[in-house]
């Protein structure tokens, strides 16, 4: 991201409130408020890496923290619609189910590989079985960040989102400000 000092200033700088996932967005949504004359451009071409460990449980730790920042996005802009995905809710419930019906336990096993069919293209190219589990991945990466929209939901829905100049830091007065020009 890239934009004009003053632009950033008198936008507020980055919400303190954020700290992971929907900080970038929520920016541009108060540029746009505060500049409604200019435009928001994106460079495809722009690539951006992301330093981290890849890990499972850091990939769970991350898709959770998107999910909070997700809900702090509708919490302060309520217009704006969460990303909540279905398929773990159907796999949940499939799995419920399956205390009735043994055959819907199998069922359950099944979806992710339904609705995730990458997995199934990639394990028959390079015949390898392992590249199944990447459907099961995906799953557990989507039922983390819904438990993350839930928990932050539950957390900042009582929380005040009103941004005024007292949130705003005194550029004039800090050297840190003064030295990013």
Not at 57 to 67: E, F, I, P, V
Not at 83 to 94: C, E, K, R, T, Y
Request: proline share 6%; glycine share 8%.
């Amino acid at each position: 991201m890239s934009f004009r000092r003053h632009v950033l200033i008198e936008s507020g700088l980055f919400d303190p409130r954020f700290n992971f996932g929907g900080e970038e967005f929520d920016l541009c949504l108060r540029v746009r408020a505060r500049f409604p004359g200019l435009r928001l451009l994106l460079e495809p071409a722009a690539r951006v890496a992301h330093e981290f460990t890849p890990t499972l449980r850091d990939t769970l730790r991350r898709s959770r923290a998107y999910g909070r920042g997700s809900a702090r996005m509708f919490v302060k802009w309520p217009s704006m619609r969460p990303a909540l995905f279905p398929v773990p809710g159907l796999v949940v419930g499939l799995l419920l189910a399956a205390s009735r019906r043994r055959a819907f336990a199998a069922l359950g096993a099944l979806v992710p590989l339904a609705a995730f069919p990458y997995s199934i293209r990639q394990a028959v190219r390079e015949r390898g079985l392992l590249l199944l589990l990447d459907a099961y991945l995906q799953l557990a990466q989507e039922a983390s960040e819904n438990v993350g929209f839930v928990a932050g939901w539950l957390e900042f829905r009582r929380v005040s989102w009103n941004f005024d100049e007292a949130d705003t830091p005194s550029v004039g007065r800090n050297d840190e400000y003064e030295e990013a020009a």
